[in-house]
């Protein structure tokens, strides 16, 4: 039996491979399957399963969800979900629609302040990719209204601060249960990311998430600490939880991450893939 990476990025959200590059890849890596987990979008999943039938290799379906959390971030791996759902689709372009409306309220807010920038002016700096902060900052700096980088975050950027606008996130009820309505298996990604101290806090929001329908902790991964890995371990083994694992590979070089290995040190075996689905199976015979 062979490895898998159940944590890729492809150009559907933030990632340097197209669906297919990054089948192709995984493939002749050696690894047995993998699944494509871009940030809440399903939109390299027809392609990355078309191409791993194509090539004779198994591609599961998957996504990432960021849902509301703090004081860091909470990312939910969806495992297995049927990417034809209708209310996963709606609820996604729903939260799509909500992001392209960001930013230009972030300019109405700047405007108001006396900050008299443009939408088109903003979209110009991205170069015609995503617009984000970064972009507005650097129209900021231009025009002269701030001296950098910080100061454009500080002043108006930053969460909390005068031009701010939130991103819509869905909380993580929600998100569990849009992946459990879309036959799907839900999976707390990197724990260590949640700002979460103390081991109590963890095991309560466990507890929790649990109650929602979770079924799965994402143990290894490679900016967990060996310590991390067993403490997630041994959470998941207490709650019964799936361990799952995943590079998190977005193709940037510098990253220093390779699929299905991460920095060399992973190696996570196909009972990951048969876990889930057993778990899919027992939720559909269940209702
Ligand atoms: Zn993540
Ligand atoms: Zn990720």
New binding site residues.
């Given amino acids: 039996m062979g490895c898998v990476d159940l944590h890729l990025h492809t150009t559907a959200s933030d990632g340097v491979k197209s669906p297919s590059e990054i089948v192709r890849y995984a493939k002749s890596k050696g690894l047995q399957a993998i699944s494509i987990t871009d940030h809440d979008t399903i939109g390299g999943l027809e392609e990355g399963l078309a191409e791993g039938e194509r090539i004779g290799f198994e591609v599961i379906s998957g996504i990432?969800i960021s849902a509301e959390h703090s004081p860091g971030s909470m990312?939910l791996l969806g495992y297995l979900i049927d990417i034809h759902h209708p209310s996963l689709n709606e609820k996604l372009k729903y939260l799509q629609r909500a992001r392209e409306e960001r930013n230009p309220r972030m300019v109405e807010k700047l405007n108001k302040l006396g900050v008299h920038i443009t939408y088109e002016e903003v979209v110009k700096a991205s170069g015609g990719g995503q617009v984000g902060r970064p972009h507005f900052a650097q129209v900021l700096i231009e025009k002269g209204y701030v001296r950098n980088f910080q100061e454009a975050f500080d002043r108006y950027l930053k969460k909390g601060a005068s031009a701010y606008v939130d991103k819509l996130r869905f909380t993580p009820k929600e998100a569990i249960h849009l992946i459990n309505e879309a036959g799907g298996v839900a999976v707390l990604?990197?724990p260590n990311?949640l700002g979460l101290n103390g081991a109590k806090v963890l095991e309560n929001l466990i507890a929790k998430l649990l109650k929602e329908g979770l079924r799965g902790i994402e143990v290894y991964y490679p900016e967990h600490s060996p310590s991390e890995v067993i403490r997630y371990k041994a959470l998941a083994e207490r709650h019964g939880l799936i361990l799952t694992g995943g590079t998190?590979y977005h193709g940037i070089e510098k990253e220093s991450v390779d699929v299905g290995v991460g920095r060399g040190e992973m190696k996570l075996p196909y009972s990951m893939v048969e876990a889930l689905k057993a778990a899919r199976d027992l939720a559909i015979q269940s209702i």
């Fill in positions: 990432e990312h990604g990197h990311t998190d």
